[in-house]
Nanobody
Framework: QVQLVESGGGSVQSGGSLRLSCAAS????????MAWFRQTPGQQEREGVA????????TYADSVKGRFTISRDNAKNTLYLQMTSLIPEDTAMYYC???????????????????WGQGTQVTVSS
């Protein structure tokens, strides 16, 4: 049974940092494109934040470039998102997702992601 479990969310002040983790089980995450998405209560669809292929190539949303870093430890089946210089607009529920296949096809390809975690809340206050 495939399972993704996020952790590391919390409340921080503007300018602060957080590191999210996503522990994968039930499959070998090294063969999957992994990504982080986020969603606020007012959004209809989740917004892609960053993705990373099994080859190590990454894509970032313009809104987080230079501030967030995605990484993965295939030996631990774990995905990370290091978030720095956080701003109130980063407040959202953050989700880890996995798409079968070694390549990623862009943050807009949300339908490719078959597996999702339950989410971890990030709140940034001004």
């Amino acid at each position: 049974q495939v399972q993704l479990v996020e952790s590391g969310g919390g409340s921080v002040q503007s300018g602060g940092s957080l590191r999210l983790s996503c522990a994968a089980s039930g499959y070998t995450s090294s063969s999957y494109c992994m990504a982080w998405f986020r969603q606020t209560p007012g959004q209809q669809e989740r917004e892609g934040v960053a993705d990373m292929s099994t080859y190590g190539s990454t894509t970032y949303a313009d809104s987080v470039k230079g501030r967030f870093t995605i990484s993965r430890d295939n030996a631990k089946n774990t995905l990370y998102l290091q978030m720095t210089s956080l701003i109130p607009e980063d407040t959202a529920m953050y989700y880890c997702a996995a798409s079968p296949g070694r390549r990623c096809y862009g943050l807009a390809a949300i339908r490719d992601f078959a597996y999702w975690g339950q989410g971890t809340q990030v709140t940034v206050s001004s």
